[in-house]
């Protein structure tokens, strides 16, 4: 099964910017769909932005405009770009694969601190 590690996680400024990746280890990447996650302190995970497998985006209200997922296929890597960072982007930031329902495999997250 795929495995997922999550990396780039730390503690950034508000205002400045970050990027995660999420490594995957098999193949079969390439045709799966890629959801970048994070759930804060005391509240529920929430989607952040999630790429298909045809390279379609979807992005929460929340960080429209701010985020850019993408993915490299080649590198069997997928990344979260983010910029103009707010206190509220304080989380576990987790990565999530699937090909069909019920397959999803989850990374073990990276802490990302924004600081005021």
């Known amino acids: 099964q795929v495995q997922l590690v999550e990396s780039g996680g730390g503690l950034v400024q508000a205002g400045e910017s970050l990027r995660l990746s999420c490594a995957a280890s098999r193949s079969g990447f390439s045709s799966r769909n890629v959801g970048w996650y994070r759930q804060a302190p005391g509240k529920q995970r929430e989607l952040v932005a999630s790429i298909s497998y045809g390279g379609v985006t979807n992005y929460a209200d929340s960080v429209k405009g701010r985020a850019t997922i993408s993915r490299d296929n080649a590198k069997i890597t997928a990344y979260l770009q983010m910029s103009n960072l707010k206190p509220e982007d304080t989380a576990v930031y987790y990565c999530?694969?699937?090909?069909?329902?019920?397959?999803?495999?989850w990374g073990r997250g990276t802490q990302v601190t924004v600081s005021s």
């Open positions: 999530s694969l699937w090909r069909l329902p019920g397959d999803r495999v």
